[in-house]
């Protein structure tokens, strides 16, 4: 009977759970201004974080869009050559079509003319460049401007300005490098720029690295240049070793075709 009257009258009082909370209430009422300090630090910070994250984030799609901007620039360049060979590449089927022996001397000019026309059709890139490389100097250190100096450094290549498309190359890989992607279209750039350049060496150097971070779809791209890089150095026997690793461990792939048709040439 006791226990039960002792039970009965701790239900009166103040459990253990309400008996902590009741202090732990007191003491932060006593503590009140140091714990509203606390908060408001904290606070102060969560915000800043989110407001730089915020701010970022708005800096990112605003280089997206100046890129973007540029890459309809570049696409409308190829595009305006493209049409222009296609008004050339009527003209010559409209020759063509009269059939090979109804051809007249006149025809026969005409033609030879439309297909050199043809042939010398290219995207002139010098206003899109332009704006790659003033967008590549002011975002060097992010992804969006690695993309845009790679293109200036793939026109300075194509129009054989080697010198230069290394410099911006050099540039890109030293903020790039580490970064799979971006590193592994910099440095297959890198290796035909040195090649170009005949520095063998670094660019065989580059190939090699290329090699051991190339996934199984890229390793006969690699590999084919690796036995070109060679050919050019005039060290036959290593590009007739390189070729042949190549048809040995990638033989259904397209450089693999090119490599035999590489060392047919070299057997001559």
Known sequence: MSSNKDFRKSLKGPDQFQTS??????????????????????????????????????????????????????????????????????????????????????????????????ADVKANHDKSVAQYKEFFENNRDYPEGWLAGFRVASDYLKKKNFVEAKSILVDVMAKANGVLFYELQGRFLLANVLAELKEYDQALSEIETLISKANDDLKPRMILLKGRVLVAKKDMKAARESLDLLIKDHSASVEAQKARAMKAVLIR
């Open 21 to 118: 909370v009741a202090s732990w209430m007191d003491k932060a009422y006593a503590y009140r201004v140091q714990i509203g300090t606390a908060v408001a630090l904290i606070l102060v910070v969560v915000v800043g974080v989110l407001g730089w994250q915020y701010s970022q984030g708005q800096k990112k799609a605003q280089r997206q869009q100046e890129l973007a901007k540029i890459e309809t620039m570049y696409s409308d360049e190829l595009k305006e050559a493209s049409e222009k060979r296609g008004k050339l590449q009527d003209e010559l089927k409209k020759i063509n079509d009269k059939g090979e022996k109804k051809l007249t001397k006149k025809d026969r000019s005409a033609k030879a003319l439309l297909e050199s026309q043809i």
